[in-house]
Protein backbone atom coordinates (compact mmCIF):
# COMPACT_ATOMS: atom_id res chain seq x y z
CA UNK A 1 0.00 0.00 0.00
CA UNK A 2 3.30 2.22 0.35
CA UNK A 3 4.31 2.11 -3.35
CA UNK A 4 0.60 3.55 -4.50
CA UNK A 5 1.64 7.12 -6.18
CA UNK A 6 2.38 9.46 -3.77
CA UNK A 7 -0.33 12.34 -2.71
CA UNK A 8 1.24 15.23 -5.15
CA UNK A 9 1.29 13.11 -8.05
CA UNK A 10 -2.36 12.02 -7.47
CA UNK A 11 -3.52 15.87 -7.18
CA UNK A 12 -1.37 16.51 -10.40
CA UNK A 13 -3.24 13.96 -12.56
CA UNK A 14 -6.34 14.83 -11.29
CA UNK A 15 -5.59 18.69 -11.54
CA UNK A 16 -4.84 17.89 -16.02
CA UNK A 17 -7.62 15.39 -15.74
CA UNK A 18 -10.29 18.29 -15.03
CA UNK A 19 -8.67 20.70 -16.84
CA UNK A 20 -8.15 18.87 -19.87
CA UNK A 21 -12.07 17.17 -19.39
CA UNK A 22 -15.31 18.85 -17.76
CA UNK A 23 -17.82 21.04 -19.50
CA UNK A 24 -15.83 22.16 -22.56
CA UNK A 25 -14.91 18.50 -23.85
CA UNK A 26 -18.33 17.09 -22.84
CA UNK A 27 -20.23 19.76 -24.90
CA UNK A 28 -18.06 19.06 -27.78
CA UNK A 29 -18.46 15.57 -27.96
CA UNK A 30 -22.31 16.30 -27.48
CA UNK A 31 -22.22 18.37 -30.56
CA UNK A 32 -20.00 16.25 -32.80
CA UNK A 33 -22.39 13.51 -31.67
CA UNK A 34 -25.52 15.40 -32.41
CA UNK A 35 -23.65 16.17 -36.36
CA UNK A 36 -22.87 12.51 -36.95
CA UNK A 37 -26.90 11.52 -36.13
CA UNK A 38 -28.33 14.09 -38.34
CA UNK A 39 -26.14 13.81 -41.03
CA UNK A 40 -27.07 9.58 -40.52
CA UNK A 41 -30.67 11.01 -40.65
CA UNK A 42 -30.27 13.12 -43.71
CA UNK A 43 -29.26 10.31 -45.46
CA UNK A 44 -31.49 8.17 -44.80
CA UNK A 45 -33.80 10.28 -45.16
CA UNK A 46 -33.19 11.17 -48.94
CA UNK A 47 -32.55 7.46 -49.52
CA UNK A 48 -36.29 7.42 -48.16
CA UNK A 49 -37.09 10.06 -50.63
CA UNK A 50 -41.05 10.04 -50.56
CA UNK A 51 -41.90 12.91 -48.11
CA UNK A 52 -43.56 10.29 -46.24
CA UNK A 53 -42.52 12.12 -42.88
CA UNK A 54 -43.92 15.59 -42.24
CA UNK A 55 -40.67 17.99 -42.07
CA UNK A 56 -40.56 19.15 -38.54
CA UNK A 57 -41.16 22.60 -38.09
CA UNK A 58 -37.48 22.64 -36.66
CA UNK A 59 -36.01 21.19 -39.68
CA UNK A 60 -38.60 23.83 -41.65
CA UNK A 61 -36.85 26.52 -40.11
CA UNK A 62 -33.71 25.30 -40.71
CA UNK A 63 -33.92 24.98 -44.38
CA UNK A 64 -35.66 28.08 -44.40
CA UNK A 65 -32.51 29.95 -42.57
CA UNK A 66 -30.02 28.15 -45.23
CA UNK A 67 -32.00 28.97 -48.42
CA UNK A 68 -32.18 32.65 -46.74
CA UNK A 69 -28.69 33.08 -45.86
CA UNK A 70 -27.91 31.33 -49.52
CA UNK A 71 -29.78 33.56 -51.66
CA UNK A 72 -28.26 36.95 -49.98
CA UNK A 73 -24.51 34.85 -50.59
CA UNK A 74 -25.67 34.77 -54.19
CA UNK A 75 -26.85 38.14 -54.76
CA UNK A 76 -23.16 39.12 -53.16
CA UNK A 77 -21.80 36.86 -55.53
CA UNK A 78 -19.74 34.95 -52.71
CA UNK A 79 -21.76 31.55 -52.73
CA UNK A 80 -18.47 29.66 -53.55
CA UNK A 81 -18.21 26.01 -52.70
CA UNK A 82 -16.35 26.94 -48.84
CA UNK A 83 -18.99 29.62 -48.55
CA UNK A 84 -21.58 27.29 -48.62
CA UNK A 85 -19.67 24.77 -46.60
CA UNK A 86 -19.79 27.89 -43.93
CA UNK A 87 -23.53 28.15 -44.10
CA UNK A 88 -23.95 24.07 -44.02
CA UNK A 89 -21.74 24.47 -40.35
CA UNK A 90 -23.48 26.87 -38.95
CA UNK A 91 -26.54 24.97 -39.91
CA UNK A 92 -25.47 21.94 -38.06
CA UNK A 93 -24.58 23.69 -34.96
CA UNK A 94 -27.83 25.72 -34.92
CA UNK A 95 -29.72 22.53 -35.74
CA UNK A 96 -28.20 21.49 -31.84
CA UNK A 97 -28.63 24.52 -30.62
CA UNK A 98 -32.55 24.63 -31.67
CA UNK A 99 -33.26 21.13 -30.24
CA UNK A 100 -31.66 22.41 -27.06
CA UNK A 101 -33.94 25.62 -27.48
CA UNK A 102 -37.09 24.58 -29.51
CA UNK A 103 -38.65 28.11 -29.36
CA UNK A 104 -36.04 30.06 -30.76
CA UNK A 105 -37.48 27.98 -34.15
CA UNK A 106 -37.52 31.51 -35.74
CA UNK A 107 -34.67 33.15 -34.65
CA UNK A 108 -32.46 30.57 -36.50
CA UNK A 109 -32.30 32.72 -39.68
CA UNK A 110 -30.92 35.56 -38.23
CA UNK A 111 -28.66 33.53 -36.06
CA UNK A 112 -27.19 31.37 -39.36
CA UNK A 113 -26.75 34.91 -40.99
CA UNK A 114 -24.62 36.27 -38.33
CA UNK A 115 -22.64 32.82 -38.01
CA UNK A 116 -21.54 33.10 -41.47
CA UNK A 117 -20.94 36.91 -41.27
CA UNK A 118 -18.43 36.63 -38.82
CA UNK A 119 -16.82 33.49 -40.69
CA UNK A 120 -16.49 35.63 -43.51
CA UNK A 121 -15.08 38.21 -41.40
CA UNK A 122 -12.38 36.10 -40.57
CA UNK A 123 -11.80 34.35 -44.16
CA UNK A 124 -12.89 37.11 -46.97
CA UNK A 125 -13.65 40.28 -44.89
CA UNK A 126 -17.22 41.79 -44.65
CA UNK A 127 -20.10 40.68 -45.59
CA UNK A 128 -22.69 41.82 -47.26
CA UNK A 129 -21.26 45.50 -47.32
CA UNK A 130 -23.56 48.30 -47.55
CA UNK A 131 -25.36 49.37 -50.70
CA UNK A 132 -27.02 52.02 -49.34
CA UNK A 133 -23.79 54.75 -48.59
CA UNK A 134 -22.04 55.35 -51.43
CA UNK A 135 -19.72 57.44 -49.55
CA UNK A 136 -17.42 56.64 -46.50
CA UNK A 137 -15.50 53.66 -45.52
CA UNK A 138 -16.87 50.39 -46.86
CA UNK A 139 -18.60 48.81 -44.41
CA UNK A 140 -20.75 45.59 -43.47
CA UNK A 141 -24.75 45.66 -42.79
CA UNK A 142 -25.51 44.17 -39.81
CA UNK A 143 -28.56 41.69 -38.34
CA UNK A 144 -31.59 43.17 -36.68
CA UNK A 145 -32.75 41.75 -34.77
CA UNK A 146 -29.61 39.78 -33.22
CA UNK A 147 -32.22 37.43 -31.69
CA UNK A 148 -35.62 37.99 -32.81
CA UNK A 149 -38.39 37.11 -35.55
CA UNK A 150 -38.16 38.70 -39.27
CA UNK A 151 -34.59 39.29 -39.18
CA UNK A 152 -33.50 42.33 -41.69
CA UNK A 153 -29.95 43.70 -43.13
CA UNK A 154 -29.42 46.87 -41.78
CA UNK A 155 -26.94 49.59 -41.73
CA UNK A 156 -26.20 51.25 -38.84
CA UNK A 157 -24.49 54.05 -40.46
CA UNK A 158 -27.39 55.52 -42.23
CA UNK A 159 -30.09 53.23 -40.10
CA UNK A 160 -31.81 52.46 -42.11
CA UNK A 161 -33.43 49.22 -43.11
CA UNK A 162 -31.73 47.57 -46.44
CA UNK A 163 -33.73 44.64 -46.52
CA UNK A 164 -35.07 41.36 -45.42
CA UNK A 165 -33.07 38.65 -45.18
CA UNK A 166 -32.77 36.43 -48.25
CA UNK A 167 -34.12 39.47 -50.26
CA UNK A 168 -30.62 41.47 -49.95
CA UNK A 169 -30.84 40.40 -53.97
CA UNK A 170 -33.62 43.18 -54.33
CA UNK A 171 -31.54 45.96 -52.69
CA UNK A 172 -28.56 45.15 -54.85
CA UNK A 173 -30.69 45.46 -57.95
CA UNK A 174 -29.43 45.44 -61.10
CA UNK A 175 -27.00 48.36 -59.72
CA UNK A 176 -23.97 45.74 -58.67
CA UNK A 177 -21.03 45.74 -60.83
CA UNK A 178 -19.73 42.74 -62.03
ZN1 LIG B 1 -24.34 52.02 -44.98
Redesign the pocket.
Known amino acids: MERVIDGPSVRTLAARAAGAGGVPKLSFTLEVTSERYFRLGATVKSAHNGGMDPISPLEQALHAARALVLADLVAGRVAEADVVSLVEESVVQRRWWVEQWPEGAQYVAGLVAQDVQDALLERYGRWPL ?1 P ?2 GTGDP ?1 A ?1 EVQPELGPDPHWV ?4 GVKVAALGSLGDALGGAAPS
Do not use: N
Open positions: CVCHLCSEA
